[in-house]
């Protein structure tokens, strides 16, 4: 087989893993939305005014967990965007990356049953940190491997590496400060600005 021929099946290849991981994130954005199906059968009995304001907490965990998770895919797929060759490292981060991901519905519903003080979020801001982490390794393996990318521009490491210091700091601030809860993952939204911060700086 010429050496051109197994390029072309080593691209397949990924196009299909790469499908496979798109598939593991749909799955599981849908887990996250089951438990709120199965809250509008409250509906017969509670009007809707009521029945968000009792479930307000999950409704919120909820967006927030689809926030993060589509944080995390955008990321992931800028990491791979330029890959044409299947590579042994990229693609075990990518699957522990998918592996997070599909663990994230189960302390997402936990904290439904979690009481105050618990730091349920810890589990959940900690398994954002251990993704980050995978696609951190994986954008770093991309831009140093040449090889494996088309010529187009490599990813930053750099956004990967904002993106897991905010989930470290996150997690931080919800061990020491009581009734912190989620909302310290709010600070995602500053990664894109920082990230960019860092890369003017670095270009000075």
Aim: aromatic letters at 8%.
């Amino acid at each position: 087989m010429a050496e051109g021929e197994r390029a072309l099946e080593r691209e397949r290849g990924f196009d299909r893993f790469l499908t496979f991981i798109d598939a593991i994130v749909a799955i599981a954005v849908t887990l996250l939305v089951l438990p709120l199906v199965e809250i509008a059968g409250d509906v017969t009995e509670l009007s809707v005014d009521e029945l968000l304001f009792q479930h307000a907490e999950q409704i919120f965990n909820f967006f927030l967990s689809f926030f993060v998770i589509a944080q995390l895919w955008f990321a992931q797929h800028n990491i791979v965007r330029t890959v044409v060759v299947q590579d042994r490292i990229v693609t075990r981060c990518l699957m522990a990356w998918a592996l997070t991901v599909v663990v994230l519905p189960v302390p997402t519903a936990l904290v439904a049953g979690s009481s105050k003080g618990d730091k349920t979020e810890v589990l959940y801001i900690g398994t954002m940190a251990l993704s980050s982490l995978a696609l951190t390794i994986a954008a770093w393996r991309v831009a140093a491997t040449p090889r494996i990318r088309d010529g187009g521009v490599p990813p930053n490491p750099v956004a990967s590496i904002t993106t897991l210091a905010i989930m470290v700091l996150a997690m931080v601030l919800s061990l020491i400060i009581p009734g912190a809860g989620y909302l310290p993952l709010l600070l995602l939204l500053l990664s894109g600005r920082v990230s960019a911060l860092i890369r003017s700086r670095r270009k000075r």
